[in-house]
């Protein structure tokens, strides 16, 4: 996943919680959205992720799907249940999975998209910025 130039500012004053439990995954993904105009809080935990969701009101929440002892399915959930407004929170899933029952069991969770790894960067973004405005976010 490499940030090309034309990519700078797509996400401009868009916020993203990145949950990942992989530090290198999570430190490159929120350096390419921060390269794109976003502005990224990071968590490693399910726990980490309710904390900072007291404090920092996301329009979109990138995860990826398959990481050890977390269940992101389960976290979007309590998310939702959390608060009203977290019911406005877009969600990404990233996987590598290719099949279709990937792509189901995320969206019957609530998930809006379902971004396949490796991936281009300019996907994801498409992904975010169709998320944030689906949610209320305007984008230009």
Known sequence: MAAKKNENLRLAGILVLVFDTDEDARDTLKANLEFCGAIVSVAASSREVLAILAQFRPHVIVTDLTMPDEDCYELLNEVRNLAPENRKIAAIALSVSSNGDGRRRAAD??????????????DLCDAIIIGAGARGKATS
């Open 109 to 122: 969770a609530g998930f809006q998209a379902f971004v396949q790894k490796p991936f281009e960067l300019g």
